[in-house]
């Protein structure tokens, strides 16, 4: 197994450390023993995950990613918290942190679903500058929250916003029916993370979307980063595919690692 990029991490958000008296200095430590060279990470709230941030949440929530990228530039990558709820101050986060700052992309959580027009904004700009966006999605039986997306929502704005890449949240929330609505959206890549490991899971979704459409993502320090690594190096795939899905896609996708 070559070098790693784990796509899909987390900070702050009320989410506590499990080695050591801080978060970052763990998901670092454990990525490091794990073979993963690169961890891109957001911040989704200061002291719990906040669906429906305001413009001072974004900002705090983001100054939290911001300090733990100039602590680890080499092992951690940003990406933007955003609201399209509040345009204005999502739009200086993304020049803040992105266009003036190290960070790569962008993370859309719970503020409105996928397909509300009041994601064009955000989705325009993000186009603009060729910065993907990481968005939450799943289907889910109970428990959905209000606003929270699924993959079909995901899907409408994939339709207006084809130069726009998606990384989407959770292949193991998303099931065999989420990777069907994708299938027709080739600027729709999902990442593994969600749930617990299911018996071929990643082949399925690497056989029906291609390889180049399925990124390695862990959602630590949610999920145990070995856990999720052992999705990827259990599934069905030839040695390139493998490849592709560790490390290959994540360079591709997000033009500012480096």
Do not use: C
């Not at 899905?245 to 690692?257: D, F, K, P, S, T």
Request: no cysteine.
């Amino acid at each position: 197994m070559g070098s790693v990029i784990d796509a899909h991490g987390h900070l702050g958000g009320g989410l506590l450390p499990w080695r050591s008296a801080d978060l970052a200095d763990d998901l670092v430590a454990t990525a490091a023993e794990l073979g993963i060279e690169r961890t891109l990470v957001s911040t989704l709230g200061t002291t719990s995950l906040l669906e429906h941030p305001g413009p001072d949440e974004l900002r705090a929530a983001n100054a939290i990613t911001a300090a733990a990228v100039e602590r680890y530039p080499e092992a951690l990558a940003g990406l933007v918290y955003l609201s399209p709820e509040h345009p204005r101050a999502s739009l200086d986060e993304l020049a803040r942190h992105v266009v003036d700052g190290p960070f790569v992309g962008a993370k859309l959580w719970i503020a409105v679903r996928a397909g509300d027009r009041r994601m064009d904004v955000l989705a325009e700009r993000l186009e603009e500058l060729d910065v993907p966006l990481l968005q939450h999605a799943w289907y889910k039986v109970v428990d959905r929250m209000p606003d929270e997306s699924t993959p079909a929502d995901v899907t409408e704005l994939a339709r207006r916003h084809p130069g726009l890449t998606i990384q989407m949240a959770h292949l193991g929330g998303a099931g065999r029916r989420g990777v069907a609505d994708i299938a027709p959206y080739p600027n729709i890549v999902v990442d593994t993370s969600g749930g617990d490991p299911v018996l071929g899971e990643v082949t399925h979704a690497v056989a029906t979307l291609g390889a180049e459409r399925v990124v390695f993502g862990s959602d630590v320090p949610i999920r145990d980063p070995a856990t999720a690594l052992a999705k990827v190096l259990g599934a069905e795939l030839t040695d390139e595919q493998r490849a592709l899905v560790l490390q290959g896609n994540a360079l591709r996708m997000y033009r500012r690692l480096s």
